[in-house]
């Protein structure tokens, strides 16, 4: 097998030449032969203005430069595309597969035995794993880090469940327009992924559970010392992967490891964009993602992590309280522990490694867990025959069982336009409806389902009602927000023919999301369905090609055309 700079020689037709043309390019930038002989450890670099989330990453890339070189490979550095939440249009998740396909052709077309992966705002490391799954070549993955905690008036804050709460509060007429200008410097006092338990958090956490990633690599802040040494150990760690050939994210993505990162995605309070993310790499790693397991897990995991949203806490105090091993220590009769992991050995040896931190409220026992039960459930019923997803953790607690009467909104525009009107006809035990948010309707399923609360029930002092949509939400965000219904309206799913004034059941304990009309009628308005007026498609480019291979939220809107096997509802 070719390694090194011998790997995927350019096209001419003569190989001998192909590398003497390589080399004499290369030599350029003063390399030795000596150094161009030695195992090319591939770093991923995405670093962006545009990406506060990734403001360390120079450093990250120095550490795992100098890392790589001290076990006697060769760093070479390039760039990928970055993605940052609010710097993302139409929305992030649109951009996360191109994100993958971007970093799975670099890392194909150039000379490299093993990468690093360095990324961390909510897609960036999905793409990148995704990536690094389908080429599968031996990767291990640097997480830029969480941000530190900010103050605001006594009060411990940060972003973004804390950007979300206070924001209500200026919408409410509670926070005045000078107070908001204040927190808006106080949100992100410092570079690196939001400080709670949202998608950045939550993917770091899965990919450490998932094995790719060196012990507490998920919690360390981005400004610590901890952060850059874990960069270190990650470059050294990808030069003696280089030079072995494994393992690959092949060996480490498998039924066992994607069950362990259900475990603690459950565990975790996770983010429900976590869930569409972990079945897009398993899907690339041809491992089935199994939802119904997944619900059945929630029903037997409390949540233990006491971080925002679900709890109080935010990621420095995890990483304080011993970070995922010690988690995963909480966990370890649920857990599969001969799991390999990139560090060279299995979980159990993570968890053995486990710091044992006394009196501490950050990570609950099984016996004292923070909510009886996980994060997540998954939901059927005629509303959502592919399912939909709640995150019941940061759900309110008297309303996941709820019938209401549904207020529909055709688009996020539409709700932009009337939700704050003072004759909009709604009650506070009304279900708000949104639709043609899903992953072909918006498009890129945009974080629209956190539905604010009409402007005139939060003066009433109204602080949750039940929404639901086709859309996602943040990480961040809280509330009693079904998410996720599949299939979205955009492709005639039941969530098209809700008309405004239908009563909508929410049933969580039973797992059950359905509009109250009899199987006639609902059979009666799908067949009649024609989206009016006509959805516009893209006529080329990317988003031509999105509109075309996008799958559904059940299948990780990953493309059709990416995924090791064929989809099941292509
Ligand atoms: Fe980048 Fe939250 S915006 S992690």
Known sequence: MTTGLRKGLTSYGDAAFSLFHRKAFIKALGYSDDALDRPIVGITNTASDYNPCHGNMADLVESAKRGALLAGGLPMVFPTISIHESFAYPTSMYLRNLMAMDTEEMIRAQAMDAVVLIGGCDKTLPAQVMAAASVDLPAIVVATGPMSVGHYRGEVIGACTDCRRLWAQFRAGDLGETEIDVVSGRLAPTVGTCGVMGTASTMACVIETLGLALPMS????????????????????????????????????????????????????????????????????????????????????????????????????????????????????????????????????????????????????????????????????????????????????????????????????????????????????????????????????????????????????????????????????????????????????????????????????????????????????????????????PTRGYAKLFDRAVLQADQGCDFDFLLREPPPHS
């Open 218 to 537: 998920a919690t360390a802040p981005a400004t610590h010392a901890d952060r850059r040494r874990i960069a270190e150990a990650s470059g050294q760690r990808a030069a003696e992967m280089a030079a072995s050939g494994s393992p690959t994210p092949g060996r480490l993505i498998t039924g066992a490891s994607v069950r362990n990162a259900m475990v603690v995605l459950q565990a975790i309070g996770g983010s429900t964009n976590g869930l569409i993310h972990l079945t897009a790499i398993a899907g690339r790693a041809s491992v089935a993602f199994d939802l119904e397991l997944f619900d059945r897990l929630g029903r037997e995991i409390p949540v233990l992590l006491n971080l925002k949203p679900s709890g109080s806490h935010y990621m420095e105090h995890f990483h304080a309280a011993g970070g995922l091993p010690a988690l995963m220590r909480e966990l370890r009769d649920l857990l599969d522990l001969t799991a390999p992991s990139v560090a060279g050995g299995t979980i159990a040896d993570a968890i053995a490694g486990a710091e044992a931190v006394p009196n501490q409220d950050v990570i609950r026992t099984l016996a004292n867990p923070l909510k009886p039960m996980g994060a997540m459930a998954v939901l059927h019923g005629n509303l959502a025959p592919r399912g939909a997803v709640i995150k019941q953790s940061a759900a309110s607690p008297e309303l996941m069982q709820h019938a209401g009467r549904a207020v529909v909104f055709d688009s996020a525009e539409d709700m932009a336009a009337r939700i704050d009107r003072t004759d909009l006809d709604v009650h506070a035990d009304d279900v708000l409806v949104l639709r043609n948010t899903g992953p072909k309707g918006a498009p890129g399923m945009p974080e629209a389902g956190y539905l604010p609360i009409p402007m005139k029930l939060a003066r009433q002092g109204v602080k949750d009602m039940v929404r639901i949509s086709d859309a996602r939400m943040s990480g961040t965000a809280f509330g009693t927000i079904v998410l996720h219904i599949a299939p979205e309206a955009a492709v005639g799913g039941p969530l098209a023919v809700v008309q405004t004034g239908d009563r909508i059941r929410l049933d969580v304990e039973e797992r059950r999301i359905d509009l109250l009309i009899d199987d006639d009628e609902l059979a009666r308005r799908l067949a009649a369905w024609r989206q009016m007026p006509p959805r516009p498609r």
